[in-house]
């Protein structure tokens, strides 16, 4: 027996894997609109299928990623009964931090304000809750963006996101049917974008914007959408 094991060892096979069964095939649902290599790092062993959303955006590393598993990608949410939930926790994530502790969860408003910036408690109190539904920090701009697009399906008619990577964040968002994004890089653009751009989505670089400025841009934003409205 320790012979047999050695010898295992010693061909590069681990003991684990001979004795374990080989996995079922499975399908992978998820409703993210933003699918990246760490979504799915340690999630398609065993998986033979993954299923996205029809408006999902595959991000280049990640197809290089699924495609090394050898899982076949559907798009179109078959077996998952979580992209109603996943709307429902959205709605009930953004509701939770508002400038007057609002915890409407079942009305969409008219703008949603999501990002990254450790100043986001600070814009839920300086932006009245009527004007927007300020979301708590996302960990990430994918983080964010999925807020957003989730958001945006769930019956909120823009948003304001506050990021890292502004322009990366608008490349990915433009991939996506229903967001309208644009990058606003300072407040004197801003006017213009309003003007030009049929954006949903207005996109800020955190690393370039304060507090001030940032909820003046909601503000003017959910008043530019009162009026077309």
């Excluded at 400038?99 to 703008?111: A, E, H, K, N, V």
């Amino acid at each position: 027996m320790r012979r047999v094991l050695a010898t295992l060892i010693e061909g590069g096979t681990s003991v684990a894997s001979v004795s374990q069964k080989p996995s079922e095939p499975s399908t992978l649902s998820l409703v993210d609109q933003v699918v990246s290599v760490s979504l799915l790092k340690n999630r398609l062993l065993g998986t033979k299928v993954l299923e996205i959303a029809q408006s999902a955006v595959l991000t280049p590393a990640a197809r290089d990623y699924i495609r090394e598993c050898r899982v076949e990608v559907v798009r179109g949410l078959k077996h998952s009964s979580n992209a109603t939930s996943a709307i429902a926790d959205f709605k009930a994530g953004s509701a939770s931090v508002s400038g007057s502790g609002s915890t409407d969860r079942d009305r969409p408003q008219r703008l949603i304000v999501v990002g990254t910036a450790d100043w986001m408690p600070a814009v839920a109190k300086q932006l009245c809750s009527k004007q927007a539904k300020v979301c708590s920090a996302s960990i990430d701009d994918t983080a964010a963006l999925r807020a957003v697009a989730e958001g945006i399906r769930a019956g909120h008619q823009a948003a304001v996101m506050l990021v890292r990577s502004a322009h990366a964040t608008c490349w990915q968002a433009a991939r996506d049917d229903a967001l309208r994004p644009a990058v606003v890089s300072n407040w004197t653009e801003l006017n213009d974008v309003l003007r030009e751009v049929p954006a949903n989505v207005l996109i800020l670089s955190a690393k370039a914007w304060n507090l001030p400025s940032s909820c003046n841009t909601a503000r003017q934003f959910f008043q530019h959408l009162q009026n077309r409205s």
